[in-house]
C-alpha cells in the first residue's frame, strides 16, 4: 500500500457545496451555497439499493453531516473516528503527515442520530440517540495529542452505544477475529451515489443504503485494508463485509478525491481500518454494552481468535532435511530401546533410530520398509539373508556366499520378508546397509 499518498476522509456534508472542500469530515458547518439532497433509487457507483441489510446504518451528525455504521450488538454501532470528532480533511499517512492526523476536537453524543432505515431521512421509526461514544483504546486524543492511539491512520475507528428507545435494533453481526484475505467482499453505505468532481460538480444523491457487491480487497497491512471499488462521500464508518462468515471486516476510513490532473472521477478505491487488530478494545466495549443493555452478550465478545496462518517461507532448500519424529515415534532417534515405544532400538548405517516388528500381514506404514522382520526408512536395499547355501555368480563363477532368489518372497506393501520366521523383538539389532535416502525428500511448508 503506497503510505506516501494522501487521502480524504469519505464523510459527506448533508448539503453539498460546489468544492471538494465540502467533503469535509463529519461535523462541518453546512454550505450555505449548496443543493439539497435529491431523492433517487439511482444505483451508487455501480451499487444496488440495500433494503436488507439493516445492521448497517446511516450516522446523522447534527443535521450537517453524513457517515455510514454496523450494528456488532443490539446497542453498539462501529463507525470511524473521524465521523465522530473534527479532524483536518486530507490524511497523509506518511511520516511528514503526521500533523495532518490529528483530532482537533470531539463531538458530544447528543449529535448523533442512527437509523436502520433504508433512507437516512425517512420519517417514523427506526431512529435512535445516542448515549455514549468511545474512542480507539479509549483515548480522547484532544488538543493535538500525537499518541499510538491518536493518528487516524490505522485507528479510525469509534462506537457509538444507542439509548433503548421503545427497543434496540434487532439486526447485528459480528466484527471479524482474523486478518482478511485478498477477497471480493460487499461495501455497503449511505453514501455518495454519483461522484463529487473538481470542479464542483456530483455528489448529489447521497443517505441512501446501497451495496456494492464486488468490492475487492486488494492489498491488507498490519493495520488497514486498500479496496478497489466505488465508495464514496459518506460511506465513511460503512463496513467492508464478508456475507459468508456474515463478519465486518474493517470500517471505511478515506479514499481518493477527483483529479483535476489526470481527469479522474475519484471514488475508485477506499482504505478501511481493520476490526481485528483492534479486537480487544471491541470486546471490552461488548462487554460494557452488553450489560448496560441487559442482554447476553454476544458470541464475539468472548472468542478468542484463532492463531494466524503460518507464514509461507517459500520452498524449503532440497538439502534440508524434514523435521524429525516426535520423541519414541517410529524413525525417532535413540540410545536405548527404552526411549522407544515398541521398546525396539536399531542401527541404520551407524545411527540408532526407534523401529517396530514388521511382516507380510502387519507391513511398516509410508515412509518405512520391511527389512528383515524390522521397520527401517523406505529406499533402504535389505539387507542379505544368510541361508548357508552357495551360489555361484553368473559371470565370475565366484562363490559369493549369498542365498539364491528361493530364499526370500515379496511381501504386501513392499516389504521383503525372510521365509525363515521373522527373529524376535530385540533391542540393539543392527542393520547394517541401509541408505537413509527417505530423509532428503524436500518438504514445502504451508
Not at 153 to 166: I, Q, S, V, Y
Not at 324 to 348: N, Q, R, Y
Request: charged share 15%.
Amino acid at each position: 500500500m503506497n503510505v506516501m499518498r494522501s487521502w480524504r476522509l469519505l464523510a459527506v456534508a448533508a448539503l453539498f457545496a460546489p468544492t471538494l472542500a465540502s467533503l469535509a469530515s463529519c461535523g462541518q458547518a453546512k454550505p450555505t451555497d449548496g443543493e439539497p439532497v435529491k431523492a433517487s433509487a439511482a444505483p451508487i457507483i455501480g451499487g444496488t439499493k440495500d433494503t436488507a441489510d439493516t445492521f448497517v446504518v446511516g450516522i446523522d451528525i447534527g443535521g450537517s453531516s453524513i457517515c455510514s455504521g454496523s450494528l456488532i450488538a443490539p446497542n453498539l454501532v462501529l463507525t470511524a473516528r473521524h465521523c465522530v470528532s473534527q479532524v483536518p480533511e486530507v490524511m497523509d499517512c506518511s511520516a511528514a503527515g503526521a500533523t495532518k492526523n490529528k483530532v482537533i476536537t470531539n463531538y458530544s453524543a447528543s449529535s448523533f442520530r442512527v437509523t436502520t432505515n433504508q433512507y437516512l431521512y425517512a420519517s417514523g421509526g427506526g431512529s435512535w440517540s445516542v448515549k455514549s461514544v468511545f474512542y480507539v483504546d479509549d483515548v480522547t486524543c484532544t488538543g493535538g495529542s500525537t499518541g499510538p492511539s491518536c493518528g487516524l491512520c490505522g485507528n479510525d475507528l469509534a462506537l457509538l452505544e444507542l439509548n433503548r428507545g421503545t427497543a434496540y435494533p434487532t439486526s447485528y453481526v459480528s466484527p471479524s477475529l482474523t486478518k482478511p484475505l485478498r477477497y471480493p467482499y460487499q461495501a455497503i453505505g449511505f453514501g455518495c451515489q454519483d461522484p463529487p468532481t473538481s470542479t464542483g460538480g456530483g455528489c448529489k444523491t447521497v443517505g441512501y443504503r446501497m451495496q456494492l457487491a464486488s468490492a475487492i480487497i486488494t492489498d491488507v497491512t498490519d493495520q488497514d485494508i486498500l479496496v478497489s471499488g466505488r465508495v464514496c462521500g459518506g460511506d465513511s464508518g460503512g463496513p467492508i463485509y464478508d456475507p459468508a462468515t456474515k463478519t465486518i471486516l474493517g470500517a471505511l476510513s478515506r479514499g481518493d478525491g477527483p483529479d483535476a490532473s489526470t481527469g479522474s472521477p475519484g471514488c475508485t478505491e477506499g482504505i478501511y481500518t481493520r476490526v481485528d487488530t483492534h479486537l480487544a478494545w471491541l470486546q471490552k466495549h461488548g462487554v460494557a454494552a452488553a450489560t448496560d443493555g441487559g442482554y447476553a452478550a454476544p458470541p464475539w465478545v468472548t472468542a478468542t481468535p484463532p492463531p494466524p496462518p503460518p507464514v509461507d517461507a517459500g520452498p524449503v532448500a532440497d538439502t534440508a532435511p524434514p523435521p524429525p519424529p516426535p520423541a519414541g515415534a517410529l524413525g525417532a532417534t535413540c540410545a536405548t530401546p527404552a526411549d522407544c515405544k515398541s521398546g525396539i532400538c536399531i542401527g541404520v548405517d551407524g545411527k540408532q533410530i526407534c523401529s517396530q516388528a514388521c511382516s507380510a500381514s502387519a507391513p511398516c506404514p509410508t515412509g518405512f520398509d520391511c527389512n528383515s522382520g524390522y521397520c527401517a526408512p523406505a529406499s533402504a536395499p535389505p539387507p542379505p539373508v544368510d541361508t548357508g547355501v552357495a551360489t555361484e555368480d553368473a559371470t565370475t563363477g565366484d562363490d559369493s556366499g549369498l542365498g539364491d532368489d528361493t530364499t526370500s518372497t515379496p511381501a504386501k506393501g513392499g516389504c521383503t520378508v525372510s521365509t525363515d520366521p521373522p527373529p524376535r523383538p530385540q533391542p540393539w539389532v543392527a542393520i547394517p546397509v541401509l541408505a537413509l535416502v527417505g530423509l532428503g525428500l524436500r518438504r514445502r511448508r504451508r
